[in-house]
Every structure is written in structure tokens, then in C-alpha cells.
């Protein structure tokens, strides 16, 4: 049967990964079961590979990186470690196409820390934040920008490196939601250098819920003090001391208290397997299928809300659908046959990956060209 699943952008697949997640979680199960002492020996040496396999990802240096629950989690902890008063009576800059949960936390937590909140709106009858705009809304009060690299509901891809040059010019702290990209794209933390960046494992890494990551640079670690802090956030874990806290010097300040492993655990076979992959043949394969999307499009008649020029995108073609056929009709239909695919209002998300297959293309393009005349 042809693999005709095109949602990377929610959950990645792998060839094998049912066998490997089995696996994990079956030796997890038989060493957390054991009547022994064996336990943290085994699952911390785990999360440790977990997290030096991200640092790979984002070239990042040692002990800047550490695990969270997810994107949000991790943006709530960085935002909330900032120096007392630090946004006070300044602007947090974020773009209308953000992922909507770091929104939704960014307006929550305005009025408390005293921040004014400004999202840069989308252009009338555009589908995603033009780099332009953003820079125009970027001005010396910005305390601290979250640039959102690839779109979650377009793939618009931003000229990082541009949005990072102006940031520096304003003086405020930068940080990078990439997410959508992490994986495929390739991505380094130092080109630009940015402070901060949080992603998770889901996506294109093929990864399990729970399995967040924060990098934070060096040069601002220093600096931040995690509200939520427990034995984990010490330099040394086991000072038992009440009246001796002290942060580590590095990101586990961040770690709070006893660390949940297992998401990091459950999704290190997925990381392993990338990393043993040739990703530049990932990224072709990719941009083979999505050339064969933006044909389909033209030849079915719909508008990509995805830009088609490859360096303003991600991995994955937005298509809108016309208003007679309801999209979630269609997304219906599609699962049907077999067919992968999902929807934000009456745009169809595609994202095609490496199980991802040429006559699962085909698959989709008649599927959908049968219901669209229907």
C-alpha cells in the first residue's frame, strides 16, 4: 500500500517506529520494575543522550539545553527567570501567525508583569506576517521579540538572520519559536546567535508528546533566576541544606524539580534515527513531494497559502479549499481513503515526509480532485 500521509506538521513518522517506541518503553518498564537501586542510573544517562541529540540539531554548546513539556511550558519558565522589571514598561513583539499558545500565554501574563503586548497583524486578504511589517513594528522599546521561523499554518518561512540583525540594532532580547522547522530545516543557534529558541520533538524529529527543549545562550544565563525552581535547579542536586539554595550555573537552573524522563526517553529512537539519516536526502525528498503538491494545486485550481519560492518556506504547502466544500468534509473524505491530512478552517495543511511516497501523492491528487468536482 502507498503511504499517502502527509502531517508532519502534527506528528512525524518514521520507518520502524512502532517497533522502537515498543522497545523503549518495554525496557523502561523492566528497569523501573526491577527490585533494585538501578533505576536513576538508567533513565538519567537517557534524558542526558536526549538532550545532546537537540544539541546536535541546533549546534549549540554543552549545558544549554534541557528538557521542558512542551513550547509553552518553556517560553513561560525563560519569560518568567528574567531579571525583576526587565519587560516592565516595554513591549513583548510577537506576529499575528504565531503558534496561538505562546499568545495566549503572552496576553495572560501582559497586565501582571507589566508588559504591553504587540502582535503584528496580517496584511488584509494575506495568509501569513510579512517580514516588512515585522521590522516596522520592531522599535527600541522591545524588550523581548518571539520570531515564530516557520508558520504552522502557512510554512512561511522568515529571513531570520534580517529579523536577528534588526533585533540587535533595538537592543532587545531575541528568542525563536522553530518548531515547524526543527529537523528538516537545517537550523543553528549561532547564525544568526540568538538567546533564546524552544521547540519540540513531535514534528518532523518523529519524536512523543512531552518531549519539549529550551536552548538558552551562555551569555544570558548568568542572568536568569527560574521562578520554578526545586533539588534539580542546584549545582549539586543533593544538598539537602533548606537554607543553602543556589542555582547551577548552566541551564539545569531550569530543571526544577525531579525531572520527568519518560517523554524524552520514548523519543529518543526517533532521535536516534535521525541523526543517522542523510539529512540533506530528507530535505530532498521532501521538496521533491511538495513540488508535486504545488502542481496539484495548479492543476485542481487551488491557492497555495504557502509561498513557493523554497527559501520562504518550510516543509509543507498550505492549499486553501474553496467555501462550497467545508474543509473538514474534505479531511474526513481523505482519512477515508486512507489519506492523511488535516485542516485549520478552509486551509488544508500537507506536509509531506520520508514515509511519505510518490504514489501516495498520486493517491491524494485523485482523491481530492474526485471530491472537489463532486
Known amino acids: 500500500m502507498s503511504d499517502a500521509y502527509f502531517l508532519y506538521h ?3 513518522m518514521y520507518p520502524g517506529k512502532e517497533a522502537d517506541l515498543a522497545r523503549a518503553l518495554t525496557d523502561f518498564a523492566q528497569v523501573w520494575a526491577r527490585h533494585d537501586d538501578s533505576q536513576w542510573g538508567y533513565v538519567l544517562p537517557l534524558r542526558g543522550r536526549f538532550i545532546d ?45 504565531c503558534f496561538p499558545s505562546n499568545h495566549f500565554l503572552l496576553q495572560g501574563m ?8 504587540k502582535t503584528v497583524a496580517l496584511r488584509q486578504g494575506a495568509a501569513h506576517v510579512e517580514d516588512e511589517d515585522f521590522l516596522d513594528a520592531w522599535t527600541p522599546d522591545v524588550g523581548l521579540a518571539l520570531l515564530t521561523w516557520v508558520s504552522s499554518t502557512t510554512s512561511h518561512r522568515i529571513d531570520l538572520p534580517a529579523l536577528v540583525a534588526h533585533g540587535r540594532r533595538m537592543g532587545s532580547l531575541i528568542g525563536v519559536d522553530i518548531t515547524q522547522g526543527a529537523g528538516l ?16 520533538s513531535l514534528k518532523w524529529m518523529c519524536g512523543t508528546p512531552g518531549a519539549g527543549i529550551l ?8 542572568a536568569l533566576q527560574p521562578e520554578l525552581r526545586g533539588w534539580f535547579s542546584q549545582e549539586n542536586p543533593f544538598n539537602w541544606d533548606i537554607s ?14 525531579t525531572p520527568g524522563c519518560m517523554a524524552a526517553l520514548a523519543s529518543l529512537p526517533a532521535m536516534d534515527w535521525h541523526a543517522a539519516q542523510d539529512h540533506r536526502a530528507l530535505l530532498a525528498h521532501n521538496r521533491h513531494l511538495t513540488a508535486g503538491l504545488f502542481a496539484m494545486a495548479d492543476d485542481l485550481g487551488l491557492a497555495p497559502v504557502t509561498p513557493r519560492d523554497v527559501a ?7 492549499l486553501r479549499l474553496p467555501d462550497s466544500h467545508p474543509a473538514g468534509e474534505i479531511v474526513a473524505a481523505l482519512r477515508a481513503k486512507g489519506i492523511t491530512t488535516d485542516n485549520r478552517s ?6 509531506p515526509g520520508i514515509i511519505t511516497t510518490d504514489e501516495g501523492l498520486a493517491q491524494l491528487r485523485r482523491a481530492l480532485g474526485a471530491l472537489l468536482r463532486g
Not at 501582559?110 to 503586548?117: D, I, N, S, T, V
Not at 543553602?244 to 524539580?257: C, L, Q, T
Not at 520562504?312 to 498550505?318: A, E, L, N, Y
Open 185 to 200: 530545516l537545517p537550523f543553528d543557534v549561532f547564525a544568526p546567535e540568538v538567546d533564546f529558541a524552544i521547540t519540540t
Open 10 to 12: 502534527s506528528i512525524g
Open 215 to 222: 536552548y538558552v545562550s551562555l551569555r544570558l544565563i548568568p
Open 53 to 97: 541529540r537537540w544539541r546536535a540539531i541546533l549546534n549549540a554548546g554543552p549545558d544549554t539545553v534541557t528538557t521542558f513539556e512542551n513550547v509553552t511550558s518553556a517560553f513561560h519558565s525563560l519569560l518568567q527567570s528574567l531579571p525583576k522589571g526587565h519587560l516592565h514598561g516595554r513591549t513583548v513583539l510577537v506576529g499575528a501567525d
Open 346 to 351: 478552509q486551509t488544508l495543511r500537507l506536509s
Open 110 to 117: 501582559a497586565e501582571k508583569y507589566g508588559f504591553g503586548l
Open 244 to 257: 543553602r539554595f543556589s542555582y547551577a550555573k548552566d541551564i539545569r537552573r531550569f530543571d526544577n524539580g
Open 312 to 318: 520562504k518556506r518550510g516543509g509543507s504547502v498550505m
